[in-house]
């Protein structure tokens, strides 16, 4: 059975920057995908970045050019680089993995589909 964890969240200004962390403990090799997804109170689920192995990765347009999706698949670590964060990135981040390989993709892109395999979040809070 897979297990995330999530860290690096924390409270910044804007402009600022956060990476945040996900710990993967169990079978890596049942994953086919993973990505990082957000909620904000009262707002519905935003998906953020979605990996795979052997494509590149996806980005919601509001992550592009600012986030950076990476796996060390030697840590068994999914990390998310986030520059020049505003207000509106103000959320709970978490990261969740399927073994489908496209289904990351697919959830993050149409907004629809669900996670078995998800962290408890971190939650990042940009002030203006």
């Known amino acids: 059975q897979v297990q995330l964890m999530e860290s690096g969240g924390g409270s910044v200004q804007a402009g600022g920057s956060l990476n945040l962390s996900c710990v993967v403990a169990g079978d890596m090799a049942s994953i086919g995908c993973m990505a990082w997804f957000r909620q904000a109170p009262g707002k519905e689920r935003q998906g953020v970045a979605s990996l795979r192995e052997g494509r590149s990765p996806t980005y919601a347009d509001f992550a592009k050019g600012r986030f950076t999706i990476s796996q060390d698949t030697a840590k068994n670590t999914l990390t998310l680089q986030m520059t020049g964060l505003a207000p509106e990135d103000t959320a709970m981040y978490y990261c969740?993995?399927?073994?489908?390989?496209?289904?990351?993709?697919?959830?993050?892109?149409?907004?629809?589909?669900?996670?078995?395999?998800r962290g408890q979040g971190t939650q990042v809070t940009v002030s203006s």
């Open positions: 969740v993995a399927h073994p489908i390989q496209f289904h990351c993709t697919h959830v993050l892109v149409t907004g629809h589909g669900e996670f078995d395999i």
